[in-house]
């Protein structure tokens, strides 16, 4: 009778909790997923900064294309100049997106329904705006570190800060500037990480969702490949203000205490006043071609170790 009992009040879903893929484990598959991603596309990221920092306050403006920014870089730094700041972007990919990617999958597969129903696109939006903003501020020092990195070429040899890997940036700048300045952009980087998230996460949930339900594709790399490019499109257009503004404040000049910019409001009106309108989607090309490929490899290399966990914990 006690074990007829036990057995009644346990749901399906119940069932299903119990062989559940563990949250630690979605963690550590987020963040090995982005940093498999960053080996790739870490030279695109090199020339979307150099690209967004062309043309800011006092500066000429250096690169008119994608490629001759390449060219310039590679001509002045050597071939492996483009791959400056690769230790603070694995760095951001181990704290950021291990965090974003984690909480997401976590909080998405807590709101789905009873019988397994996915969450609706609102509740996507809200999670990865959720997902997006812890995930900044965890990853806001080495993020920080990479785009002084990456723009430190650029900059003449009295004036560049020379950082040896993110970690002697992380050691200066919390020796030089303070342990807080470590959190510089903070706001920007938040804001950013919200749009981004709400916009490549929820698109891409969205699109797979979509492109499942067609019937001419199956769960596979083909699927995850076509929801990953929509979702990277839909992501660059809506993050590049914001980008171009926490790209700037980061790697603003302080002059007599005087900061640079007020905030990011404050470098979105100054860029499209100076620079255009346009201007706000500066590195646009640069830009998609990092967010497109980051985006598809991450899903891509995260889906696949999704599939051997749930093997492993006899997930269905």
């Known amino acids: 009778m006690a074990s007829n009992k036990i057995s009644a009040q346990t749901s399906p879903s119940d069932n299903v909790r119990k062989n559940a893929i563990p949250n630690y484990a979605r963690f550590v598959m987020g963040g090995l997923s982005g940093m498999a991603a960053t080996c790739f596309v870490q030279p695109l990221d090199l020339v979307k900064t150099r690209m967004q920092m062309s043309g800011a306050e006092g500066a000429m403006r250096e690169h008119k294309t994608s490629f001759h920014a390449v060219v310039n870089i590679v001509r002045k730094e050597g071939f492996l100049g483009v791959y400056n700041g690769l230790s603070a972007a694995l760095m951001r990919q181990a704290t950021y997106t291990t965090t974003r990617l984690g909480v997401y999958t976590s909080l998405y597969e807590r709101f789905k329904g009873p019988e397994g129903q996915q969450p609706h696109f609102l509740m996507k939006c809200a ?7 812890i995930g900044a501020f965890v990853g806001t020092p080495a993020d920080l570190s990479l785009i002084r990195m990456t723009a430190d070429g650029r900059l003449p ?27 510089t952009g903070c706001i920007p980087t938040m804001t950013r990480a919200m749009v981004v998230n709400a916009a490549q996460l929820a698109t891409y949930s969205q699109s797979k969702q979509f492109i499942l339900g067609t019937g001419y594709f199956e769960d596979n790399i083909a ?12 992501t660059t257009y809506a993050s590049m203000p914001v980008d171009i503004a926490k790209t700037r404040i980061q790697n603003m000049k302080i002059i007599d205490g005087v900061p640079e910019y007020k905030n990011g409001f404050d470098v979105i009106s100054r860029v499209a006043r100076k620079e255009g309108f346009l201007s706000l989607w500066k590195g646009f090309t ?13 899903f891509i290399f995260l889906e696949q170790m999704q599939l051997v966990a749930k093997k492993a914990y006899g997930v269905k």
């Open 127 to 133: 999670l990865g705006v959720t997902a997006g903003a």
């Open 157 to 183: 040899l009295a004036e560049r800060r020379n950082y040896t890997s993110v970690f002697n940036a992380l050691k200066r700048i919390a020796t030089e500037e303070g342990f807080t300045a470590l959190w």
């Open 286 to 298: 640069p830009c998609y071609m990092r967010i497109g490929p980051h985006t598809v490899l991450t």
């Open 223 to 234: 699927c995850h490949f076509t929801a990953s490019m929509i979702s990277g499109l839909a």
